[in-house]
């Protein structure tokens, strides 16, 4: 930090500034608190990864993460969106079956096979129509799984029978048998595995019962074969890069949501320091009162202030009596207790809005506005008095002399204040210390409204 200043006084004699003799404790708590900002910034832009108590890894055969504490905490995350998507496709695909009930009044083979897929078709909108109210008021996704295979299952089954049975155009049914079976793969939200299983048992069932029902040559066997395994093998591929990339999103979302976290915990420690460096530009450290740079930028807001409205403000210098004979009789030790004890007196007798300020070794002063030169030596004979009840029974008996001034029209900054209030401190001294004197009254203020 001496490094940095010595830096400092270089660039400011550079640029034709006169650079300060001294800089002083506060001066160099606003550097430090400048150069701490700079330096979190860019240690945290320079993080380059951020840790996570996830497992991100992934089975590929699978599409799904290996650790089943992140594939749950996935599936938690993306059931809501989920539950969405399986309740749009479901009714896009009951409004396709009841639409379809047309085409079986005249494809279907049976004397009475249009009645027998009209109660198919009625059995699956039910199933379906259930389906979705349960889905939806369901909030866990293992129960979730489980009715969207039941679902699936019972509605394969009973579409075989319609394709299979009730139908005579081998094309046809061929063509919805792979458009259902794509359907489990790529609408349906199964995981790979389960998509695997419906679809090759439902294509499998097709091509069993085609075998059974159709009169097929074994060329047409061997196409349906392959159209029925190429649809399989196209829909697994997609569904497996499906889940990969909502995967994939996921961990983006997690590592964007830790960066946030660690961006937010890294400014809340910011501030907390910022906080902590601000109060010490400020604060005298030993005695806890407002120190004498910041006292003087108060003053002036004060004064700025009080002269704008017409508002009386007053201020007392107090300095402690024999305060030396202290340091040198009983040690600094007791010299500092004293001065604590002794701002604590003076804190704890003030106003909110007074502002008590060290000015340096054992003076200090108490800006107080609102309040007049008469109030404010009451105010002062008060704390006079408290402060010598309060060191009556110490080893070294503490007094403090005081003097008040009050703001006139003339006066234009603090330290007119300061130097009058510091002559009347010193003729209190002068006539035998522990003791209030105040500068005579002056002009108010209010005389020039």
């Not at 078709?121 to 979705?132: A, K, P, S, Y």
């Not at 309040?371 to 060191?391: D, H, N, P, V, Y």
Request: some cysteine; aromatic content about 8%; charged content about 20%.
């Amino acid at each position: 930090m001496n490094a940095f200043l010595k830096y400092r006084e270089k660039a400011l004699t550079f640029r034709g500034k006169k650079p300060p003799i001294e800089a002083s404790a506060s001066h160099s708590a606003d550097i430090q608190l400048h150069c701490y900002n700079r330096i979190g910034l860019v240690q945290f832009l320079n993080m380059n990864h951020i840790t996570s108590d996830l497992d991100t890894t992934i089975d590929y055969r699978k599409a799904e993460f290996t650790d089943p504490a992140t594939e749950l905490r996935f599936r938690q995350w993306s059931h809501k969106g989920t539950v969405t998507q399986t309740r749009l496709t479901l009714l896009i695909a009951l409004t396709l079956l009841v639409i379809y009930t047309i085409s079986d009044y005249f494809m279907v083979r049976a004397d009475n096979g249009f009645l027998y897929s009209l109660v198919i078709r009625t059995v699956i909108l039910i199933g379906g129509l259930l389906t979705i109210g349960v889905i939806s008021i369901t909030q866990s996704h293992t129960l979730f799984d489980k009715i969207i295979f039941l679902f699936q299952a019972l509605a394969g089954g009973l579409l075989l029978y319609i394709f299979t049975v009730l139908q005579t155009d081998i094309v046809a049914a061929s063509l919805a048998v792979v458009l259902v079976a794509i359907a489990m793969y790529l609408l349906m939200p199964n995981r790979l595995v389960v998509a695997n299983i419906l679809s090759l048992a439902f294509s499998a069932g097709f091509f069993i019962l085609a075998v059974t029902i159709y009169d097929l040559s074994q060329l047409l066997l061997l196409q349906l074969a392959m159209i029925m395994l190429g649809a399989n093998l196209i829909g697994a591929i997609f569904c497996g890069r499906f889940h990969l990339i909502k995967r994939k999103e996921f961990l983006e979302l997690m590592r964007e949501r830790s960066s946030r976290e660690a961006l937010q915990e890294e400014i809340a420690k910011r501030l907390k320091l910022e906080k902590k460096l601000l109060h010490q530009t400020r604060t005298d450290e030993l005695t806890g009162a407002t120190n004498r740079r910041y006292f003087m930028q108060l003053g002036e807001e004060e004064i700025s202030r009080s002269h704008r409205y017409g508002r009386p403000l007053s201020l007392l210098m107090l300095d402690l009596d024999h305060f030396k004979e202290i340091n040198d009789q009983h040690g600094h030790s007791s010299g500092d207790e004293a001065l604590q004890r002794f701002s604590q007196l003076c804190r704890s007798s003030l106003r909110k809005p007074d502002i008590f300020g060290r000015l340096g070794g054992e003076e200090f002063a108490i800006i107080i506005p609102e309040e007049s030169q008469e109030g404010a030596m009451q105010t002062a004979e008060r704390l006079r008095a408290r402060i010598e009840e309060a060191f009556a029974s110490t080893a070294y008996r503490l007094t403090v002399s005081i003097g008040v001034t009050e703001l006139n029209v003339q006066d234009t900054t603090i330290g007119d204040l300061l130097r009058r209030a510091d002559s009347m401190m010193y003729k209190a001294k002068h006539r035998g210390r522990n003791r209030v004197i105040a500068f005579p009254p002056p002009e108010p203020l209010t005389s020039r409204l």
